[in-house]
């Protein structure tokens, strides 16, 4: 593994209340992601980042926004959570000498 | 990046070598194979990945064809930990701004 924590790995939430995902490293890895995965939908990514305060969107990154304040950390946060944001949410870094990206365990979101 | 079709699912006996088929026609010249595998519930995992010549490393070979529309990942013993859900995807290896697109995958049963 890249050295990736999740936290939460679980929570349970309600519609309208701001929910914040973390994703911790110890690799200094430059470039880090958020994807959420459901059923028959595979992985999709939200957002991504490039180095400390540099992001850009993804496919799905309606109602999330991600913050990148330290090399190690990589923040998803939902303002408003809805149902449809029920997900299982994986963070990824990117180990730049085999260009591959390296998957934390997951954090399972469900918002009721 | 170039679509992938991949069997939805595939079964093999414990300790005969496990193949996986990969459809890469539209394939770029610029554009790497990379396999990744998803244990239930489970952040997915790196296997390996190739551009034209033919990789093998302690988990899995990868043999990519001359003309490059096709792969196959080869298991040598699969053992019942392999039961997964198995990932082909093409992207282009350089740059951490190219994301990767998870497909539904094959899942590839390993029994007894």
């Known amino acids: 593994d890249a050295g990736i924590t999740q936290s939460p790995r679980h929570k349970v939430t309600e519609t309208g209340t701001p929910v914040t995902l973390r994703c911790h490293q110890t690799?200094?890895?430059?470039?880090m992601y958020w994807y959420r995965q459901d059923p028959g939908h595979g992985l999709r990514l939200i957002h991504y980042s490039y180095g400390v305060k540099d992001t850009d969107k993804g496919e799905v990154s309606d109602g999330y926004s991600v913050s990148r304040s330290k090399t190690e950390d990589f923040l998803l946060t939902l303002e408003s959570a809805t149902s449809s944001q029920t997900s299982v949410y994986f963070c990824?870094?990117?180990?730049?000498?085999?260009?591959?990206?390296?998957f934390g365990p997951g954090t399972r979101l469900t918002v009721l | 990046d170039a679509k992938t079709t991949q069997p939805p699912s595939m079964d093999c006996a414990e300790g005969r070598a496990a193949n996986l088929p990969c459809n890469h026609s539209?394939?770029?010249?610029?554009?790497?194979v990379y396999w990744y595998r998803q244990i239930h519930s489970q952040g997915p995992q790196y296997i390996i990945h190739g551009l034209k010549n033919n990789e093998t490393n302690e988990m899995a070979s990868l043999i990519i064809t001359e003309d490059r529309k096709s792969s196959t990942l080869i298991l040598p013993h699969a053992t019942l930990r392999d039961t997964a859900v198995y990932y082909c995807i093409v992207r282009v290896g350089t740059g951490g701004g190219n994301k990767l697109t998870f497909g539904t995958g094959t899942q590839l049963k390993v029994e007894l």
């Open positions: 539209t394939i770029s010249g610029n554009e790497y």
């Open positions: 690799e200094n890895h430059r470039y």
């Open positions: 990824a870094t990117l180990a730049g000498v085999t260009d591959t990206q390296y």
